[in-house]
């Protein structure tokens, strides 16, 4: 049987592991997976000629950029949605497009910053207010994006896709200058345009 000075011991390595753990994880960077095919060739890519399983892809989400709200347009960031719980039947159906499960984090790149206009064949030219930025999926047809729910508060961003890692194959940084959706025309304002 185990000593209880043994098990004392034990107990606060393993506390002290999971706090070191979790400021880390909060702080400074973390992983996650991303399920769906909203950001694919960049994430999650699929193969319609492949009969193989398909993994989802883990990334490394940076969380420095969050000090100083340092994002760019091309940025593939992760944030959450913005509303409480608490939506009536009708609003649930909406909770499945729209930034409104605030517990669901969501992955994008970002399209627009704040001062900036877009202009979508389907909507009016939309100036993005300060604070907030507009994000896109890589895969317009198969993403509910900035197109459908309008610009988020830079405020729920709670970090930057850096890197996927896993699966083995895919492992590698992720490419912010990729070009935007043709769909989606960004006037740049000119106090953001560094």
């Not at 989400?61 to 939506?87: A, H, M, T």
């Not at 909406?94 to 202009?119: C, F, Q, T």
Request: hydrophobic content about 40%; proline content about 7%.
């Amino acid at each position: 049987m185990a000593t209880p000075n043994f098990l004392w011991s034990l107990a606060k390595k393993y506390f002290t592991a999971g706090l070191i753990g979790l400021t880390i994880s909060d702080r400074y960077a973390s992983f996650m997976a991303v399920r769906g095919s909203s950001m694919s060739p960049t994430l999650n890519p699929y193969n319609e000629n492949s009969t193989a399983f398909v993994l989802d892809d883990y990334v490394l989400v940076e969380k420095l950029c969050l000090q100083r709200y340092k994002f760019s347009r091309g940025d593939v960031v992760v944030f959450r949605s913005s509303s409480p719980p608490g939506l009536d039947v009708a609003s649930l159906l909406k909770e499945l497009s729209s930034p409104s499960n605030y517990k669901e984090k969501n992955v994008k790149r970002i399209a627009a910053m704040p001062g900036d206009w877009i202009h979508l064949p389907s909507l009016d030219t939309v100036r993005v207010p300060e604070g907030h930025c507009w994000v896109v999926g890589d895969n317009a047809a198969c993403s509910m994006d900035s197109r459908s729910f309008g610009p988020i508060p830079l405020g729920l961003i709670c970090g930057r896709v850096t890197h996927v890692v896993w699966p083995p194959q895919r492992i590698g940084g992720v490419n912010s200058k990729i070009s935007m959706l043709p769909e989606v025309q960004v006037l740049v304002s000119e106090e953001h345009s560094h």
